[in-house]
């Protein structure tokens, strides 16, 4: 990691765009937002809006496909027949960056905030389409991009989400 970053979410592109100081910067990636759109309640199931930090960075050193329950790794390696067995299932892989809402009673504290929500952005099985929404809530990548983006990316580092 060098230099300052920035990302940028865009609801409507389905995109996520790092910008900074890096000599191979931007960089955009597909990713999937939530099926119910933009959105700041609690049980909404929305990607929430406005400005926000990461707040932690979860899985450094685990495996590409590691599942994550409960921002904990259960020692499983995903393969497309858990789909199968819990089809109704968000999966959540490989590595995460735990959101925080900086703008207080639009995405912080109260009814509203992203991080009680637990908002991710986070590594998808690899057969999921992105580019279309199809999420409840976090930000879905293509687990090699996560990677790619958890390596650049620090605790603190600004995330602006937009439609």
């Avoid at 809402?101 to 992105?130: A, K, S, W």
């Amino acid at each position: 990691m060098t230099g300052r970053l920035d990302i940028e979410i865009d609801i409507t592109g389905q995109t996520l765009t790092v910008h900074g100081s890096g000599t191979a910067l931007p960089r955009i990636y597909p990713v999937s937002t939530a099926l119910n759109g933009p959105g700041q309640e609690k049980d909404s199931f929305c990607t929430p809006l406005g400005r926000h930090v990461i707040r932690a960075r979860i899985g450094a050193g685990q495996p590409v496909n590691t599942v994550f329950r409960g921002r904990r790794p259960t020692g499983e390696i995903y393969r497309p027949e858990m789909r199968e067995a819990e089809p109704g299932r968000d999966w959540i892989l490989t590595r995460i960056l735990w959101l925080s809402g900086l703008e207080t009673g639009f995405n912080r504290l109260g009814n509203v905030d992203t991080m009680q929500r637990f908002i991710y952005i986070h590594g998808c099985p690899d057969d999921i389409v992105l580019g279309c929404p199809g999420s409840r809530g976090c930000v879905r990548m293509r687990n090699t991009d996560i990677v790619e983006l958890f390596d650049l990316a620090a605790v603190g580092t600004p995330v602006v989400i937009h439609a």
